[in-house]
Every structure is written in structure tokens, then in C-alpha cells.
């Protein structure tokens, strides 16, 4: 366990700790995986403050990875993916790839559908 949260930065002897994934492929795997998700969710499940989150998610949006659907007083997330990934070395890859390798196969979103609900 971290000294800061679950999912911090330091590790039990203080050590470094770090993850395959940023906080944008976290919070990313957490609205594929539950659509309907709070902010406050995500945030504790990534170990970053729902201000954080918030911040992820709105850029995501503005890209185009997610929408966001408001039902009553709850958002919900759709994830497109048919998007190609942002960096070169896996431009040829799509959030669909990604996040289909990384969910188990009962979560994985469908290929080659275009949005994720």
C-alpha cells in the first residue's frame, strides 16, 4: 500500500512506483468498463481527486474519445472506438484495440461498432 492512496506514487519503502497506464488510460478503462460511473468513483478507483477526473474527462470529450450524455441528474459515457490512438508509435491502433485488450472479454466492447454505451 502507498503512503498517499491505493494507487499513489510511492510504494511501501518510499520507493517509486509507477504503471503501465497513465491517468487518462485509467479513467479511460473505467468508463468502458461502467458507463454510468460518478466522478467520485473514478476518482477513487484511479487514485486521483474527482477534480482530476473531471479535467480527463473534458479532454477526452474535446477529442472526441467520449461523450458525455446527461440522464436526470447523472452523466453517462459513450467511448468511440474507431478512434486511432494519439501516439505514433500506435497510431495504427484504435481506443477499441486498447481497451479490448485490456477488459476481460464479457466487458471488451464489440469491434467494429462505433460507440461503446
Known amino acids: 500500500m502507498s503512503s498517499s492512496s491505493k494507487h499513489g506514487s510511492t510504494g511501501r519503502n518510499g520507493e517509486h512506483v509507477w504503471t503501465f497506464l497513465s491517468n487518462y ?13 460518478t466522478l467520485r468513483e473514478i476518482a477513487g478507483l484511479v487514485g486521483v481527486t474527482e477534480r482530476a477526473v473531471h479535467r480527463i474527462i473534458s479532454e477526452l470529450e474535446s477529442v472526441g474519445v467520449v461523450t458525455r450524455v446527461r440522464e436526470g441528474r447523472r452523466n453517462h459515457y459513450e467511448v468511440d472506438l474507431t478512434l486511432p490512438l494519439r501516439h505514433p508509435l500506435e497510431e495504427d491502433k484504435t481506443v477499441g484495440d486498447l481497451l479490448g485488450a485490456l477488459l476481460p472479454p464479457q466487458v471488451a466492447p464489440d469491434q467494429p461498432s462505433k460507440k461503446s454505451t
Do not use: K, S, Y
Open 25 to 37: 488510460g485509467h479513467v479511460l478503462l473505467c468508463i468502458a468498463r461502467e458507463p454510468d460511473a
